[in-house]
Structure formats: C-alpha cells, structure tokens
C-alpha cells in the first residue's frame, strides 16, 4: 500500500519552526526518506522572505547566500521528484496588503529564479506564499497578479495555493457554507491562471473538516483547479508552539481525505515526519506511519 502523502513543503527559510541545521549530507538522506514513504512532490514555502532568499540573489541582494534552491533541484532531479518553487513574500503581511509592489518583486524574483534553474528538469511549478482565509490584504489582486506573472514566464509550469480556513481554530467564524461563498468570490476574480488548491486541513475543527473540503472540491471542479489537502502533521494548539501530531489524529484526517483529495500534501516531512527530524515524536510518527501504509521497515 502506498503511504497516502506524496508531497511535502520544504520550509528552509524558517519563521515559526526552528532550524534543524542539516548539512547537506542530511538533505540528501532526507529526501530519501521522503520517496520510501512515497513523496514525489516538494514545495518551498518560500523562495524569499523579509530579507533573506534560498539562492545567491543579485536582486535582493542576497549574493553570500548559499544556493539551497539549486542544491534540492539537483537533488530532486536525481530522484525524479517534482519541485514547486515558493515566490517571494515581503513580510508575513506581504506590504501590508501592498498588491502591486508584492507583484514587482516576484516579477523581479521569477525572472532570477527561472533564468537560474530553468534547465533542471525537478524546476516544475510556481507556489504563492501568500496565505489567507478570506478577501483581506488585497489576496484576491495578489494571487490574480503573481499566478499571471508565473504563466507569463512559462505557461506550462502548474500554479499551486495553500490558503487557510476562517474558523475558530484561526480566530474566524466562517461556516463551511459562508466560507465557499468567500471562496467562490475570490476564485471568480483569479482562478484562471491558478492550477492547484491545497487548503490547511488543520485550520478547521476536525468534527467540520470534511463538509470544509467537500466545498472546496466542488469550488475546485467549478473553476478547473486540481483539489489537493495540505495535511498538517503538527499539531496547532499545544501551548502555541508546533509539535508533531498524535498518530490517531494523522490517520483519521488521511482517511477523510481519499474521498476527495487529488492529491495529499503535507506541511511538512522534515520537522514533522522523518525518521532523522530534531523532534524525537516525529520520529516515532515516522514508524507509526510506515507501519500502518507498509512502505518499508517495520
């Protein structure tokens, strides 16, 4: 049986989780990791962020940075896996809801990152890091104008979201019928050029999450997106920090999932799932979930 998640973010430069401080010995082996349990796809969270970018950038003026981009393509390519690459946010707020110079940025950023990496064949789509639960910050312009941008440069390469739900669990009061409302409103103005749809399954209440997603699959058929689930293997509300998740939570969520899901994603394997994270409960979850999809080991 082929484990169920077969994508995972990579989340290098790091925010709100800490740094594992792998060399790049480690990567390689994690990637490994990643393909016995059946991962095919990796996403980079972000390409840049307040400052900082995951390659040299004359741009941004990053040029001492190490080229961790073009290290996980090489790698990713060797092992035939798929490579999204997360465009630039500015800051957690992406401008303060500044759509046009979020826009500029990530013209100036693709234009870099593509030229760079276009002849490695793992370079296969675009991720927009800009994350949201509803029509605030200007995310309708900006997810219309950076998805454009990206078929701009190259129209065969996939366009890939992950918003969030608006429910309590996110401080919000959406009802899954309020919150495709929402959604069909803002697909309205910029689905065209966007692919994918992943949403954060742990952003709604676990008791509501399968009418959640069975509105976004028929959101995702209306306007011609793919319906993948980010399934999140940390847990949201252990004291506010992230942990990995409980095992018996893991699974119940996966199970729901195969009755809608394109495809299964996960943020993310390296702190939350490998058998080599700094986190000695993900360790385990890594048995567990090998255990019960008998990918490899026992």
Same mark, same amino acid.
């Not at 972000?46 to 390659?55: A, N, V």
């Not at 994918?196 to 952003?203: N, T």
């Given at each position: 049986?082929?484990?169920?998640?077969?994508?995972?973010?990579?989340?290098?430069?790091?925010?709100?989780?800490?740094?594992?401080?792998?060399?790049?010995?480690?990567?390689?082996?994690? +990637?490994?990791?990643?393909?016995?349990?059946?991962?095919?796809? +990796?996403?980079?969270?972000?390409?840049?962020?307040?400052?900082?970018?995951?390659?040299?950038?004359?741009?941004?003026?990053?040029?001492?940075?190490?080229?961790?981009?073009?290290?996980?393509?090489?790698?990713?390519?060797?092992?035939?896996?798929?490579?999204?690459?997360?465009?630039?946010?500015?800051?957690?707020?992406?401008?303060?809801?500044?759509?046009?110079?979020? &826009?500029?940025?990530?013209?100036?950023?693709?234009?870099?990152?593509?030229?760079?990496?276009?002849?490695?064949?793992? +370079?296969?789509?675009?991720?927009?890091?800009?994350?949201?639960?509803?029509?605030?910050?200007?995310?309708?312009?900006?997810?219309?104008?950076?998805?454009? &941008?990206?078929?701009?440069?190259?129209?065969?390469?996939?366009?890939? &979201?992950?918003?969030?739900?608006?429910?309590?669990?996110?401080?919000?009061?959406?009802?899954?019928?309020?919150?495709?409302?929402?959604?069909?409103?803002?697909?309205?103005?910029?689905?065209?050029?966007?692919?994918?749809?992943?949403?954060?399954?742990?952003?709604?209440?676990?008791?509501?999450?399968?009418?959640?997603?069975?509105?976004?699959?028929?959101?995702?058929?209306?306007?011609?997106?793919?319906?993948?689930?980010?399934?999140?293997?940390?847990?949201?509300?252990?004291?506010?920090?992230?942990?990995?998740?409980?095992?018996?939570?893991?699974?119940?969520?996966?199970?729901?999932?195969?009755?809608?899901?394109?495809?299964?994603?996960?943020?993310?394997?390296?702190?939350? +799932?490998?058998?080599?994270?700094?986190?000695?409960?993900?360790?385990?979850?890594?048995?567990?979930?090998?255990?019960?999809?008998?990918?490899?080991?026992?």
């Amino acid at each position: 049986m082929k484990g169920p998640i077969t994508g995972t973010f990579i989340d290098e430069i790091t925010y709100d989780i800490p740094s594992s401080n792998w060399t790049r010995g480690q990567w390689k082996r994690d +990637l490994d990791n990643m393909m016995k349990v059946g991962i095919d796809t +990796l996403i980079f969270i972000r390409g840049g962020f307040l400052g900082k970018t995951i390659y040299p950038s004359r741009h941004f003026g990053t040029e001492s940075t190490n080229d961790f981009a073009g290290f996980i393509l090489e790698e990713a390519a060797k092992r035939k896996m798929k490579v999204f690459m997360g465009l630039h946010i500015s800051d957690i707020d992406w401008g303060k809801g500044d759509a046009q110079g979020e &826009i500029e940025r990530n013209r100036h950023f693709i234009d870099e990152v593509y030229h760079r990496y276009e002849g490695i064949p793992s +370079l296969h789509g675009w991720y927009i890091p800009q994350e949201a639960s509803k029509n605030e910050l200007n995310i309708t312009e900006v997810m219309k104008g950076l998805s454009y &941008i990206c078929k701009e440069k190259d129209e065969t390469m996939p366009v890939l &979201i992950s918003p969030y739900f608006n429910t309590y669990v996110t401080g919000g009061d959406f009802t899954p019928e309020r919150h495709g409302e929402e959604w069909h409103a803002i697909f309205r103005e910029c689905a065209k050029e966007i692919d994918i749809c992943a949403f954060q399954d742990g952003s709604a209440p676990i008791e509501t999450m399968r009418e959640y997603f069975r509105v976004n699959k028929r959101l995702c058929d209306e306007f011609g997106m793919e319906h993948w689930v980010n399934t999140e293997t940390f847990e949201r509300d252990v004291r506010r920090m992230y942990y990995p998740i409980p095992f018996d939570l893991l699974e119940r969520k996966l199970s729901e999932h195969g009755e809608y899901a394109d495809k299964i994603i996960t943020f993310e394997f390296s702190h939350f +799932l490998s058998p080599q994270s700094i986190y000695p409960s993900a360790r385990n979850l890594n048995r567990l979930y090998r255990r019960r999809y008998k990918r490899y080991g026992k």
